[in-house]
């Protein structure tokens, strides 16, 4: 951490002095001997002590309503709610196994194969969220923790969010990179599918909530073919004032005629939903991880689908951990948290982790001991990376973060 040179700071010590007085160790110290010149200033000090101490002894229900009021003052400060927010390391959880007694992974519609080993998904938990609040008292301790991060508020929630907001955007970015991870994973195997729009989620307690379900394909509105997000929300526009938007949708295999409520918000109708674009694939995948959000699991969501789908364990059974981002052409991009994510993994005893390259600047010297640690850029860099861990049970000929840092003529921490 850098540091900023600040005004020279004058203390008292009483090794300051060497015994008697007659001399000092050390020169420009700014100490004063004050056994051998007493000063104006002392004998006042002494004064008001000895003022203090008399007014304590004579009135003594004062001077204990005094420290009882002043350790209350203190208890409230340090209380007091903080506009900050707390990240520090969450669970590891393998994608092909379960989570909260649910499998997470499920694909119907396609041959599937055995397969061993852990690819597990890193999460984060955020203190200081909506509707949550975090004590000076957590911020100062998390300061002195490596393994957790202070940000403001506003770095990582916008200003007025509520939770039930929050809720549906992480909601939305899981979903949308779900359907991303499964698409780029059937890219790699050759396996068409076809883009659709779909209901990536719906905001608790909005006209919609009860009639659309996340997940609900989007056919037509108001009686023509959506074919876009933007198209959709236009057709959506124009329902009068007052009236249902009429909807017809795919829900897993049924196709179901919908009239949605809507509520006037700054002259337009509202549903309280979004729309997002996702994907009909030739098979039914589903992946479920309960109320985790966020977009940053796709890579690991695409290797798990591969693996699912091809002959053979691709960890070679080995616990390969990791996170990242998976854009539609198969980028792996940099996510927050990476260091959070490291200290979790390596609490949930995963061998190896695979980070961003773009992440490397936050990942050097913060690997957790014990860990390996492997720099991909797209979702081929990652299927190889797991399938040389799986051949040899280490990464030696893997670039690691101090190898991007290199290329990039960054410097390393």
Same mark, same amino acid.
């Given at each position: 951490m850098a540091t900023s040179s600040g005004p020279w700071v004058f203390q008292r010590t009483e090794r300051g002095w060497m015994e008697g007085g007659s001399g000092r160790?050390?020169?420009?110290?700014?100490?004063?001997?004050?056994?051998?010149?007493?000063?104006?200033?002392?004998?006042?000090?002494?004064?008001?002590?000895?003022?203090?101490?008399?007014?304590?002894?004579?009135?003594?229900?004062?001077?204990?309503?005094?420290?009882?009021?002043?350790?209350?003052?203190i208890l409230g400060g340090s209380l007091m709610p903080v506009p900050y927010v707390i990240e520090?390391?969450?669970?590891?959880?393998?994608?092909?196994?379960?989570?909260?007694?649910?499998?997470?992974?499920?694909?119907?519609?396609?041959?599937?194969?055995?397969?061993?080993g852990e690819l597990m998904m890193t999460t984060v938990s955020v203190d200081g969220g909506p509707g949550y609040r975090v004590t000076p008292v957590e911020v100062v301790s998390s300061w002195f923790d490596r393994s957790q991060a202070v940000l403001p508020r506003e770095a990582v929630f916008p200003a007025g969010q509520t939770r039930e907001e929050t809720v549906l955007t992480n909601s939305v970015a899981m979903s949308t990179s779900q359907q991303g991870a499964v698409a780029v994973a059937l890219d790699e195997l050759g396996?068409?599918?076809?883009?659709?729009?779909?209901?990536?989620?719906?905001?608790?307690?909005?006209?919609?909530? /009860?009639? %659309?379900? =996340? !997940?609900?394909? &989007?056919?037509?509105?108001?009686?023509?073919? *959506?074919?876009?997000?933007? +198209?959709?929300?236009?057709?959506a526009r124009t329902t009068a004032e007052g009236e249902d938007v009429q909807m017809q949708v795919r829900r897993g295999e049924?196709?179901?005629?919908?009239?949605?409520?809507?509520?006037?918000?700054?002259?337009a109708p509202r549903m309280g939903i979004v729309p997002s674009a996702g994907y009909d694939f030739p098979m039914d995948v589903q992946i479920s991880v309960g109320e985790i959000g966020g977009p940053s699991a796709g890579m690991m969501f695409s290797l798990s689908v591969y693996?699912?789908?091809?002959? /053979?364990? %691709?960890? =070679? !059974?080995?616990? &390969?951990?990791?996170?990242?981002?998976?854009? *539609?052409?198969?980028?792996? +991009?940099?996510?927050?948290?990476?260091?959070q994510k490291m200290a979790g993994a390596h609490?949930?005893?995963?061998?190896?982790?695979?980070?961003?390259?773009?992440?490397?600047?936050?990942?050097?010297?913060?690997?957790?001991?014990?860990?390996?640690?492997?720099?991909?850029?797209?979702?081929?860099?990652?299927?190889?990376?797991s399938e040389a861990i799986a051949d040899s049970g280490d990464t030696e000929g893997l670039p690691t973060c101090e190898d991007i840092m290199t290329q990039t003529g960054e410097e390393t921490r």
């Open positions: 160790l050390g020169h420009n110290v700014g100490v004063i001997d004050e056994q051998s010149h007493p000063t104006r200033a002392r004998r006042a000090r002494t004064a008001i002590r000895r003022t203090v101490d008399d007014a304590q002894l004579a009135r003594p229900g004062l001077a204990l309503g005094s420290m009882v009021l002043l350790c209350l003052m520090r390391p969450g669970p590891a959880i393998d994608v092909l196994g379960e989570y909260e007694d649910e499998k997470i992974l499920v694909i119907d519609g396609a041959e599937t194969h055995p397969t061993d396996i068409e599918y076809e883009p659709v729009v779909m209901v990536g989620g719906v905001e608790q307690g909005a006209p919609a909530d /009860g009639v %659309l379900e =996340g !997940g609900d394909v &989007i056919l037509s509105v108001n009686g023509s073919g *959506a074919e876009t997000v933007d +198209g959709v929300r236009e057709l049924e196709v179901l005629d919908l009239e949605v409520p809507t509520e006037q918000v700054d002259g693996d699912e789908l091809t002959p /053979g364990a %691709l960890t =070679g !059974g080995r616990r &390969i951990a990791g996170t990242g981002t998976m854009s *539609a052409d198969g980028d792996v +991009g940099p996510i927050g948290g990476i260091r609490e949930s005893d995963a061998e190896f982790f695979l980070a961003p390259s773009e992440n490397c600047d936050e990942v050097v010297d913060y690997e957790p001991e014990g860990l390996d640690v492997v720099a991909v850029t797209d979702f081929e860099d990652a299927v190889a990376a």
